[in-house]
């Protein structure tokens, strides 16, 4: 990513958040559906919303090991579809290379169990990696599935050309939907390029429910004839509803696709100051300012600005998981979206910083200069930073 491409984006953004200072507005409520949709796509996202919120139980599929009985079981702060302190685990083991390999069949560890429990995994002894990971927020999520994959790539510098130590790489992931090869931008690890497949790919690995595009139960450990007899609804789980056709999985990405980003807070002199200065310190070459849709033909999505504050790309940070998965490297995480930050809590992947400097405090490696600098902020630039980031 060029320097010129950075300070284009970081100023068309400096004055946009002048000019909403300024006006005195007051950001839509969280969980909105975005402005502008027709009619026949409120119905979609209130579909959607109903399913998202819908308790599931054994004779629809759930299990027979899961993590949450329902979507908004994990996605429900400060409205459907944010986040919540509940915590999936993922397990493996690094030899002294550096090699990552799957225990079990695979890295997910469910936290429940249908009775009588025969298909509760185990994490087992061998493995030496055990990561905790805390729910991604949905909101803007498809503004973010219509960036275009080549918008993603031109970020890329993965072997730092422009030797600012930033090597970010994008995520080439086979998208289960189609087949064909995509640059992924859902989840820790960019390990999705659509909500539909990062959407079906919940239904089954979070709650158990089989679907179209991942119909085989899993759980690590379990043997496939003992997870038969563990939940013996017949897969695909996910059937289609008959008045509206939709599989339950069309009605999750239905619900994403139109969910609105939250807004921007109110944003005084100070945070209007603050994010110069996060440019300046280097935070804005990961966390770049403003991404933009490509050419839709649904006007909601065509070019479209995307105040998101990420490149979309992986990244090694020295905040990786120790997990390697879709096209992710063990050390590496997605840079996350920072939009909608003062309504978050915990965070990080793994829930382990209270507050944002907390975070910025665990960075290191290609932002070890960036969180040197902010170490080294004189004491009111570094609280308009941080005054910046409570506004997002």
Same mark, same amino acid.
């Given at each position: 990513?060029?320097?010129?491409?950075?300070?284009?984006?970081?100023?068309?953004?400096?004055?946009?958040?002048?000019?909403?200072?300024?006006?005195?507005?007051?950001?839509?409520?969280?969980?909105?559906?975005?402005?502008?949709?027709?009619?026949?796509?409120?119905?979609?996202?209130?579909?959607?919303?109903?399913?998202?919120?819908?308790?599931?139980?054994?004779?629809?599929?759930?299990?027979?090991?899961?993590?949450?009985?329902?979507?908004?079981?994990?996605?429900?702060?400060?409205?459907?579809?944010?986040?919540?302190?509940?915590?999936?685990?993922?397990?493996?083991?690094?030899?002294?290379?550096?090699?990552?390999?799957?225990?079990?069949?695979?890295?997910?560890?469910?936290?429940?169990?249908?009775?009588?429990?025969?298909?509760?995994?185990?994490?087992?002894?061998?493995?030496?990696?055990?990561?905790?990971?805390?729910?991604?927020?949905?909101?803007?999520?498809?503004?973010?599935?219509?960036?275009?994959?080549?918008?993603?790539?031109?970020?890329?510098?993965?072997?730092?050309?422009?030797?600012?130590?930033?090597?970010?790489?994008?995520?080439?992931?086979?998208?289960?939907?189609?087949?064909?090869?995509?640059?992924?931008?859902?989840?820790?690890?960019?390990?999705?390029?659509?909500?539909?497949?990062?959407?079906?790919?919940?239904?089954?690995?979070?709650?158990?429910?089989?679907?179209?595009?991942?119909?085989?139960?899993?759980?690590?450990?379990?043997?496939?004839?003992?997870?038969?007899?563990?939940?013996?609804?017949?897969?695909?789980?996910?059937?289609?509803?008959?008045?509206?056709?939709?599989?339950?999985?069309?009605?999750?990405?239905?619900?994403?696709?139109?969910?609105?980003?939250?807004?921007?807070?109110?944003?005084?002199?100070?945070?209007?100051?603050?994010?110069?200065?996060?440019?300046?310190?280097?935070?804005?070459?990961?966390?770049?300012?403003?991404?933009?849709?490509?050419?839709?033909?649904?006007?909601?999505?065509?070019?479209?600005?995307?105040?998101?504050?990420?490149?979309?790309?992986?990244?090694?940070?020295?905040? &990786? +998981?120790?997990?390697?998965?879709? #096209? =992710?490297?063990?050390?590496?995480?997605?840079?996350? !979206?920072?939009?909608?930050? /003062? %309504?978050?809590?915990?965070?990080?992947?793994? &829930? +382990?910083?209270?507050?944002?400097? #907390? =975070?910025?405090?665990?960075?290191?490696?290609?932002? !070890?200069?960036?969180?040197? /600098? %902010?170490?080294?902020?004189?004491?009111?630039?570094?609280?308009?930073?941080?005054?910046?980031?409570?506004?997002?």
């Amino acid at each position: 990513m060029t320097a010129a491409f950075r300070n284009a984006g970081f100023s068309a953004l400096l004055v946009c958040g002048a000019a909403f200072a300024q006006s005195g507005y007051r950001p839509a409520q969280p969980g909105n559906p975005l402005p502008g949709i027709v009619s026949a796509e409120f119905e979609l996202f209130r579909i959607g919303l109903d399913d998202f919120i819908e308790v599931e139980d054994a004779g629809e599929g759930l299990g027979p090991a899961f993590n949450g009985l329902g979507c908004a079981q994990c996605h429900a702060t400060p409205a459907i579809g944010g986040v919540s302190p509940v915590a999936e685990f993922r397990a493996g083991r690094l030899d002294a290379a550096g090699n990552f390999s799957v225990l079990g069949g695979d890295t997910l560890y469910h936290l429940f169990a249908l009775p009588n429990q025969e298909c509760q995994p185990a994490i087992p002894p061998d493995a030496n990696v055990i990561a905790r990971r805390i729910p991604i927020p949905l909101f803007g999520a498809g503004l973010v599935e219509a960036i275009p994959d080549d918008a993603i790539r031109a970020l890329a510098d993965p072997d730092d050309g422009n030797g600012d130590g930033v090597s970010g790489r994008a995520a080439v992931v086979v998208d289960v939907a189609t087949g064909g090869e995509r640059i992924g931008r859902f989840g820790w690890k960019a390990q999705h390029a659509t909500l539909l497949a990062f959407g079906a790919d919940a239904y089954r690995n979070e709650m158990g429910i089989t679907n179209d595009l991942f119909p085989t139960e899993t759980a690590a450990g379990i043997a496939p004839e003992t997870l038969a007899v563990c939940d013996a609804v017949p897969d695909p789980e996910d059937r289609r509803e008959p008045l509206t056709g939709l599989r339950g999985i069309d009605a999750f990405e239905a619900f994403m696709k139109f969910l609105a980003p939250v807004e921007r807070g109110p944003a005084g002199a100070a945070a209007v100051r603050g994010e110069a200065v996060f440019a300046s310190v280097g935070c804005a070459a990961c966390h770049v300012p403003v991404l933009m849709t490509g050419r839709d033909a649904n006007p909601v999505f065509d070019r479209r600005p995307v105040p998101l504050y990420s490149d979309l790309l992986l990244h090694d940070v020295a905040t &990786g +998981d120790g997990i390697a998965q879709g #096209a =992710a490297q063990p050390n590496e995480i997605r840079t996350p !979206a920072l939009w909608g930050l /003062r %309504f978050r809590r915990p965070l990080l992947h793994d &829930g +382990d910083a209270a507050t944002p400097e #907390a =975070a910025v405090l665990r960075h290191g490696n290609e932002a !070890a200069d960036a969180a040197s /600098r %902010f170490v080294e902020l004189p004491p009111d630039d570094r609280a308009a930073l941080l005054a910046f980031l409570d506004s997002l």
